[in-house]
């Protein structure tokens, strides 16, 4: 790798850094098409794993022996900056070893996602990037095959999601896909039920349906407000709920999935 020290935050070689907040990232076509930002050693790390390709890493001194182990001979240029430096670059204290501006990889189709997959989460318009982030762990740690995510749906590659995901992104087979009317006909092709995670009277209970799941299964989850849409209620082989107590009406959609993974996981025993 090519280690090149920068003492001016001004410097445009470090314009892919520049401004990562979350209010600065939204406005940027660069990050939102071409590029994504992977923080920490540990996250880089997975995303080299996935063959994925940087254009450059910026880091502070204390870190480069962990980044000379990663890329070794790798033609990388590094910017090696103090940690005054990187903060006016990037907008905060970066203090997790490491940011890379990656190339986005080219999504693949969705037969080919779906194709060998027994587990599948769809996330449907999630707003808040940590519950992308979050339900990607949950599918990591609770064995889903793949992650389909709708079009409106915040991106699993923005620089929280990644990091709340500690890397999983990389890990879990994913793609987007257009709406319900494009991605069920897939999913029956393929012998796939469908399960909407949704509060309705007439849901079934989560213990009930993981008594009886089918072979494949796509677990459906909606937005942190008004949940599953309209197309995604109807496209749905069945309606899911976990019983709540204490009160509360639902829980959070990424321990929604968490919660539900296991359960399909562990189904209860027959008779009990």
């Given at each position: 790798?090519h280690?090149?020290?920068?003492?001016?935050?001004?410097d445009?070689?470090?314009?892919?850094?520049?401004?990562?907040t979350d209010?600065?990232l939204?406005l940027?076509?660069?990050v939102?098409?071409g590029?994504?930002?992977?923080?920490?050693?540990?996250?880089?790390e997975?995303a080299i794993g996935?063959?994925h390709?940087?254009?450059?890493?910026?880091?502070?001194?204390?870190?480069?022996?962990?980044l000379?182990?990663l890329f070794?001979?790798?033609?990388?240029?590094?910017?090696?900056?103090?940690?005054?430096?990187?903060?006016?670059?990037?907008?905060?204290?970066?203090?997790?070893g490491?940011?890379?501006?990656?190339?986005?990889?080219?999504?693949?189709a969705?037969?080919?996602v779906?194709?060998?997959?027994?587990?599948?989460?769809v996330l449907?318009?999630?707003?808040e990037?940590?519950?992308v982030?979050?339900?990607f762990?949950a599918?990591?740690?609770l064995g889903?095959?793949a992650?389909l995510?709708?079009?409106r749906?915040?991106?699993?590659?923005y620089?929280r999601?990644?990091k709340?995901?500690?890397?999983?992104?990389?890990q879990?087979?994913?793609?987007?896909?257009?709406g319900?009317?494009?991605?069920?006909?897939?999913l029956?092709?393929e012998?796939?039920?469908?399960?909407?995670?949704?509060?309705r009277?007439?849901?079934?209970?989560?213990e009930?349906?993981?008594?009886?799941?089918p072979?494949?299964v796509?677990?459906?989850?909606?937005?942190?407000g008004?949940g599953?849409?309209?197309?995604?209620?109807?496209?749905?082989?069945?309606?899911?709920?976990?019983?709540?107590?204490?009160?509360?009406?639902?829980?959070?959609?990424?321990?929604?999935?968490a919660?539900?993974?296991?359960a399909?996981?562990?189904p209860?025993a027959?008779?009990?």
């Open positions: 790798m280690e090149i020290r920068i003492d001016d935050p001004a445009p070689r470090l314009d892919d850094y520049r401004g990562l209010t600065a939204r940027r076509s660069d939102d098409g590029l994504y930002i992977a923080e920490s050693l540990k996250v880089i997975r996935a063959a390709h940087p254009r450059s890493v910026l880091t502070q001194e204390r870190w480069l022996d962990g000379r182990a070794g001979d790798a033609e990388v240029d590094v910017y090696v900056c103090a940690d005054t430096v990187v903060e006016a670059a990037a907008g905060f204290p970066v203090h997790r490491a940011l890379a501006a990656m190339h986005r990889p080219a999504l693949p969705l037969e080919e779906v194709r060998d997959a027994r587990t599948i989460l449907e318009d999630l707003v990037h940590q519950n982030g979050s339900a762990r599918a990591a740690a889903a095959d992650v995510v709708s079009a749906c915040a991106d699993p590659l620089r999601s990644v709340v995901s500690t890397g999983t992104v990389f879990v087979p994913w793609t987007r896909f257009a319900w009317e494009e991605l069920a006909p897939i029956r092709a012998g796939i039920g469908i399960a909407a995670l949704a509060l009277d007439d849901a079934e209970t989560l009930s349906y993981a008594a009886r799941r072979e494949r796509a677990l459906a989850f909606g937005s942190e008004p599953l849409t309209a197309p995604a209620l109807a496209a749905a082989d069945a309606v899911v709920t976990i019983p709540m107590a204490g009160g509360v009406d639902s829980l959070n959609v990424a321990s929604t999935a919660v539900a993974l296991w399909l996981q562990h209860p027959a008779g009990s």
